[in-house]
């Protein structure tokens, strides 16, 4: 059980830059290879840029091609929460933290590893913090 984090509209917006409210508060999108960890190669963990929940693991992360940070799984199975999104004429599978319900990104089922997913997550939404 991950224990929820619950901040009023203008919490968030102090807590957060305006491009990181956008995305996370209002399910935005940032354009892509404009991200700051679409290309970030180092080892490390991705938290939550809205509560530090530890999110992906940069061992899954992969170059997809995308645009945005791809990984093949979640860090743990009940550290993000996946939605049926229905917005802009498409049916995607959204993925938001499980912690404060902040978006992330979506999950396509065309990645590489053996369950065949693909997080597509914005930089945005992400702090990396840097293996010691
Ligand atoms: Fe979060």
């Not at 809205?50 to 009940?78: H, I, M, Q, R």
């Not at 550290?79 to 979506?106: F, I, K, N, P, W």
């Not at 999950?107 to 997913?117: A, E, K, M, T």
Request: with cysteine; aromatic share 10%; net charge negative.
């Amino acid at each position: 059980m991950t224990d929820k984090l619950t901040l009023t509209d203008a919490e968030w917006r102090e807590r957060l830059t305006p491009e990181q409210y956008q995305i996370l508060r209002h399910g935005g999108t940032e354009r892509a290879f404009t991200g700051k960890y679409e290309s970030n190669k180092a080892p490390g963990m991705y938290l939550c840029a809205g509560c530090g929940t530890p999110l992906f693991s940069s061992e899954t992360k992969y170059n997809s091609g995308s645009g945005w940070p791809s990984y093949t799984s979640p860090v743990a199975a009940d550290a993000v929460d996946e939605h049926v999104d229905h917005s802009h004429g498409m049916v995607r599978t959204e993925v938001r933290c499980a912690t404060c319900e902040g978006h992330l990104g979506h999950v396509f089922p065309d990645g590489p590893g053996p369950d065949g997913l693909r997080y597509c997550i914005n930089s945005a939404s992400l702090d990396f913090k840097p293996k010691d």
